[in-house]
């Protein structure tokens, strides 16, 4: 069966320092992979998504980066993190495009002190 | 921007009572779907409804889409107190999008 794991579950980083998230799918190939930001009691954005192995589309300009190494990983990075990173950071796969349910993460929880 | 708003923000309601949240959107879709988040946890794909559909069910679950008025609801019927979660819509605008589109969710409270 599908997975996905997505760690670490809780990060707590100072402001200036880098940051690597990762993300893993298992029991599938070549899934649409997806990272998303909710800030606090508000809906998810859509921060990077990726079709295909180095391919990645960024919605919104900002601090962070995205990576697709590998079919089934996805990493978010930031060379020098800011206070309006802090957020909770998920990770999501879905199989081919807008026509099927999504499949999250647990999420990570990203304080920049 | 295409992002989905539900209404209401928040409800709150006794055990056994129906629960009944809204969700509109502003340009065509293909589907659209819901998702139950339970607090400082991920996202669960609760449904999902095509636009040529206009009602749909999984259990206690009723969904309907209404795209002449560009709308969904999302039915919880005999609400348990383990309902208690927020629940997002999503959506594929502009149709056929490589990613959904959430709206900011409707916290429910269900009161044992």
């Known amino acids: 069966s599908q997975t996905i794991h997505q760690w670490p579950a809780t990060l707590v980083q100072p402001v200036g320092s880098p940051l690597s998230l990762e993300c893993t799918v298992e029991?599938?190939?070549?899934?649409?992979l997806y990272w998303y930001r909710q800030a606090a009691g508000r809906g998810l954005q859509l921060l990077f998504y990726s079709v295909g192995i180095g391919q990645i589309s960024s919605e919104v300009p900002q601090n962070l980066s995205a990576s697709r190494p590998q079919d089934r990983q996805f990493i978010l990075s930031s060379k020098k993190l800011l206070l309006s990173d802090s957020g909770f950071y998920l990770c999501?796969?879905?199989?081919?495009?807008?026509?099927?349910?999504?499949?999250f993460g647990s999420g990570t929880r990203l304080t920049v002190v | 921007s295409q992002q989905g708003e539900e209404d209401p923000q928040a409800l709150s309601i006794q055990e056994g009572e129906n629960a009944t949240m809204n969700c509109s959107y502003k340009?065509?879709?293909?589907?659209l779907q819901w998702y139950r988040q339970n607090s400082g946890r991920g996202l669960v794909h609760l449904i999902l409804?095509?636009?040529?559909?206009r009602e749909k069910h999984s259990g206690r679950l009723r969904v309907t889409l209404d795209t002449s008025k560009k709308s969904s609801s999302l039915l919880i019927t005999a609400s348990r107190a383990a309902d208690t979660a927020s629940y997002f819509c999503?959506?594929?605008?502009?149709?056929?999008?490589?990613?959904?589109?959430f709206g900011t969710g409707t916290r429910l409270t269900v009161i044992p």
């Open positions: 409804i095509r636009s040529n559909e």
């Open positions: 340009t065509s879709i293909n589907n």
């Open positions: 999503a959506t594929d605008a502009p149709a056929g999008a490589n990613n959904l589109f």
């Open positions: 029991g599938t190939s070549n899934p649409n």
């Open positions: 999501a796969w879905s199989v081919g495009t807008g026509g099927y349910g999504y499949t």
